[in-house]
């Protein structure tokens, strides 16, 4: 009926469908519903997919589809808020399947990061692993590392791991660099070395360059528009470097954050030593950059004692402090800044608190007593925070309501925290990177549990894995010829037989 209407009755007046249209797109969905009521033209009227497509777009939903791809906009928002209710009441409810990205004996974990359900891994032994998350069989491809100089002797232990959308970078003990490409496969397509042990590893969350600190040496590496490798630029510092992040979203030349014992540093390669923050006797205890700001927490001692530890909120276009929050007599061990709401960040602190803080105001929404040792990892979102502790504890909380909803426990400290809709990926990594009094290259599987570290993927998305929700230890098909007497392979789905 709509290519039949030319004017739409608009009380005592007849307006054209174009201009009926435009005022409709003013009305919310409570309203269109309402005015699709009065008439069979309103109904035609309130229900095109011109307004509906809007609304979707409005409200964050399929924002990289045109409205072509869809021939009922009105049912796939109504499809899309019911799945976002069944994810949050998953959450709440710890509904949903949990698996664990197992690894063979003998290797201990050194470090983790994810990015958008991929997850990196790094061992002793020298390996590193990729595991794709989003796919139910998980299978984890190792990337193969540089040869060393006469293939001679044990390859070192992996210090740092780091992955994007488009890059994984490993750093090495022995001061080594490895960039991957997650499109090109798993040869490296870029390495360089150090001459010392490689203190921190930054990648930028979306683009291209890689940044390392070794020594009093921070350098950033970056390829250009025909895809060689260059350094930009090379910064030398007066002192070690503890914390090192990369600026997102930056255009031209790569900007670097590094926190130096007490001094932070603003990197650019027109400006190179360029300080953002000193107090002498205040050393920085944890770092986070997004896009604009930097924060971090500055620990205060000696003849400051009766001064709070701090966590500063520093401009980074004006190298200005925008506010001060937190009063805690623990240090701030964690502080999560990019993935927060926007005016909000959550950090963690050594007091075995979690605290959320409204920057705009300058103090603290919500605290929470979440672990018997220190904070080591925290996130947050809208509606919910997800920390980890020294002690191994993983607990997710409602941040409005400011209660637990439910807690998961592991041997080692939880080092990695990261989640969205309907994921967590959480890693407990073990301080003992060598663990006296026992062997744990013998294939002992209560030895390597206990020394070994464990990263855990959840999955909150139900209908996606309702037919497919296997138990680990039948994720295997007759391609796995060998196993060990805790990861036995079974052919379950009987499909890939």
Known sequence: FQNEINEVPFFDVQLPYELALKIFRYLGKAELGRCAQVSRTWKILAEDEVLWYRLCQEEGYLLDMSISDHSCWKLALKNCRAREHMLKTNWKNRVGAVSQ????????????????????????????????????????????????????????????????????????EDGTVSVWSLLLGREPIHHFQHNQRIQALALAPGG???????????????????????????FEIQKLVNFLNLVPDVTGSPVAVAAAEDIVYLLRAEDPGKVLHSVYGQPVTCLDVSAREAAFGVKTFGWLLNEPNQILLYNLETNQCVTKVGNSIGDFSCVNLHNSPPNMLVAGNKDRRVRVFDVRRGEAVCSLYAHQLGVSAVQMDEWKIVSGGEEGLVCVWDQRMATKLWEMHARHPVRHVWFNSHSLITANIP???????????DDDPSVHRKYRGIIYSYEFSVDQLAGESVLPICRSSYDEVTGYNYNIGLAVPYDSI
């Open 101 to 172: 990205l197992r690894y063979e004996p003998g290797r201990v974990l050194c470090d983790v990061h994810s990015c958008d359900g991929v997850v990196m891994a790094g061992y002793t032994s020298g390996e590193v692993r990729l595991w794709d998350t989003r796919t139910w069989d998980y299978t984890a491809p190792v990337l193969a590392a540089v040869p060393g100089p006469g293939g001679a002797g044990a390859p070192p232990h992996v210090s740092f791991v780091r992955i994007n959308s488009s890059l994984a970078v490993a750093a090495y």
């Open 208 to 234: 291209t360059a890689v940044a390392t600190a070794s020594g009093f040496e921070v350098k950033v590496e970056s390829p250009d528009d025909k895809g060689f490798w260059q350094t930009p630029g090379t």
């Open 431 to 441: 301080e003992e990177k060598n663990p006296r009094g026992s062997s744990i290259t």
